[in-house]
């Protein structure tokens, strides 16, 4: 189990235990397979971090061991990523800003291929 | 006008950590020419547990010596006093909040300061420094601000949180609105002055979102905030928001980075932030 900020959940991991909101209400239960919808409005509630199971995947850094990984995983580990990336950056009009972020999607892409 | 701002909110702040022992006895022993490495390493030795987290770090893959250091003194020896008195610098905030038990304060986010750390000391290498674990421990200690103001004033911080949430904007943005022109990195600057840190790592953390502001520092500012943004774009840890500060301009020029070297520079970065990982096992 990992706790996991907004921005490193993605779609398929599961929560470990139930999420509260600043007033202690329960706003999802636990082992609920999380979607875009669910971390979208879990993230317009306020909430900032999470419990989660399956979480060793969803960042470069935790991939001690990549090889175990099939082609689609490779392929749809890339695509978060980049989606990640387009996040980090979104609103960035900088040339070179610009530049650092497809530098960094090519740098974690090389990792996970 | 800004810096009564910074005076007030730090005055509101009930039971912050004062100066740790070790590094107010430290600052004396190393301000003086005559001391010797036999005094500085007596002095740590009596701090044990900041003599064996120091010990830790000389130890691991972060220097990479071939052969075990047993001793403060001859840690001393082989990495100098500058070396070992950012070590106990780094090891004595650490633990005074490392273990403040607030949100802001996780492994996630220290892992952040280390990638910052690591980004600061890759760049200083390229740029041809010399005192490279000085921008290491500035980029460890830059976002100390943040567990402040979580820890501190935990009101406040709620607000900073939910207006980073709804609008998605940098903590350091919504700090600016809720503690009205006040930052983290203002709260870490003058707590770091006023426990009569060095100057560069006083004003580098205070400007590191502003460096253009940082005067006769600019240039070692320019490469912490370069090194923040290079953290942030390696996705390791979290910082506390879910976007990139852009890089000011100035900062570019300063530094002389060229975009064309980040393909070099990132995995660089990352690789000194898995050797510098010794330091997450600190908080």
């Given at each position: ?51 989660v ?61 | ?52 987290k120091?010990?830790k ?14 001793t ?7 990495l ?6 950012s ?17 802001m ?77 006040v ?17 560069g790592?006083?004003?580098?953390v ?36 879910r ?31 898995e ?9």
């Amino acid at each position: 189990m990992l706790t996991r900020s907004m921005e490193e959940l993605s779609e398929g991991m599961v929560t470990k235990e139930p999420v509260l909101d600043a007033t202690g209400n329960v706003v999802l239960r636990e082992g609920i397979r999380l979607t875009k919808k669910i971390i979208t409005a879990l993230r317009h509630r306020g909430i900032t971090s999470i419990s989660v199971d399956g979480a060793e995947r969803q960042s470069t850094h935790e991939h001690d061991d990549l090889s175990g990984l099939t082609e689609a995983e490779r392929n749809r580990t890339c695509r978060q990523i980049e989606e990640r990336i387009d996040r980090i950056f979104t609103g960035q009009k900088d040339g070179r800003m610009l530049e650092l972020a497809e530098a960094a999607k090519r740098y974690h892409k090389s990792k996970i291929r | 006008m800004r810096q009564h701002g910074i005076k007030q909110v730090l005055a509101t702040i009930e039971g912050l950590p004062t100066l740790p022992d070790t590094l107010a006895r430290m600052n004396v022993l190393v301000s003086d020419p005559d001391t010797t490495a036999r005094q500085v390493g007596q002095l740590i030795a009596s701090d044990p547990p900041i003599a064996a987290k120091t010990l830790k770090v000389v130890n691991s893959p972060f220097y990479g010596f071939p052969t075990r250091i047993t001793t403060i003194t001859h840690a001393i020896v082989i990495l100098g006093f500058s070396t070992v008195r950012s070590l106990v610098l780094s090891s004595s905030i650490l633990q005074a909040f490392g273990d403040k038990s607030c949100r802001m304060c996780t492994k996630s986010f220290w892992k952040h300061c280390v990638a910052t750390g690591a980004a600061a000391k890759v760049l200083a290498q390229t740029l041809r420094y010399l005192a490279l674990e000085e921008f290491f421990i500035a980029g460890l200690l830059h976002d100390v601000g943040k567990i402040v103001i979580c820890g501190y004033l935990e009101e406040e911080f709620r607000e900073i949180e939910r207006l980073v949430n709804e609008k998605n904007i940098l903590m350091y943005d919504a700090e600016e609105e809720i503690l009205h022109g006040v930052t983290h990195a203002d709260i870490a600057g003058a707590l770091f002055e006023q426990w009569n840190l060095p100057k560069g790592l006083v004003k580098s953390v205070t400007y590191h979102h502003t460096p253009s502001l940082a005067g006769d520092e600019r240039r070692i500012t320019s490469i912490l905030h370069m090194a923040d943004v290079l953290a942030r774009a390696l996705m390791r840890g979290n910082p506390g928001d879910r976007r990139i500060p852009t890089v000011d301009p100035q900062a570019w020029d300063d530094t002389g980075i060229n975009p064309r070297e980040l393909d070099h520079l990132l995995p660089a970065i990352d690789e000194e932030a898995e050797k510098a990982s010794v330091f997450l096992e600190m908080v």
